[in-house]
């Protein structure tokens, strides 16, 4: 079993930063990709960003210019820098892990954390 925990978030102004993190443990193994959701209260949990094992980014047009992620594999820790946030992007973030090395659906993530408030206001 994998365990994701996420740490960050909170509440920020338009156009401020915010950066979350996310530690997994537990039959890591080698996780081909890491990467964020995010649900809008409401809304379907959608997919923001990701990165394989090898270092690879992928992100959502809606995210793309404004967030980075990365990845520390010797830490087993993914990263989301957020900047230039909007109110839009006001959700919970969960962390996700998959062996797959797509992973850009809620159906492609095997493994969650247990979500973070990002509160952006206007």
């Known amino acids: 079993q994998v365990q994701l925990v996420e740490s960050g978030g909170g509440l920020v102004q338009a156009g401020g930063t915010l950066a979350l993190s996310c530690a997994a443990s537990?039959?890591?193994?080698?996780?081909?990709?890491m990467g964020w959701y995010r649900q809008a209260p409401g809304k379907q949990r959608e997919w923001a960003a990701s990165?394989?094992?090898?270092?690879?980014?992928h992100y959502a047009d809606s995210v793309k210019g404004r967030f980075s992620i990365a990845r520390d594999g010797a830490k087993n820790t993914v990263y989301l820098q957020m900047n230039s946030l909007k109110p839009e992007d006001t959700a919970v973030y969960y962390c996700?892990?998959?062996?797959?090395?797509?992973?850009?659906?809620?159906?492609?993530?095997?493994?969650w954390g247990q979500g973070t408030q990002v509160t952006v206001s206007s």
């Open positions: 990165v394989t094992r090898g270092g690879r980014t």
């Open positions: 537990g039959s890591i193994g080698s996780l081909a990709s």
């Open positions: 996700a892990a998959s062996w797959g090395l797509t992973m850009t659906t809620v159906d492609q993530a095997r493994y």
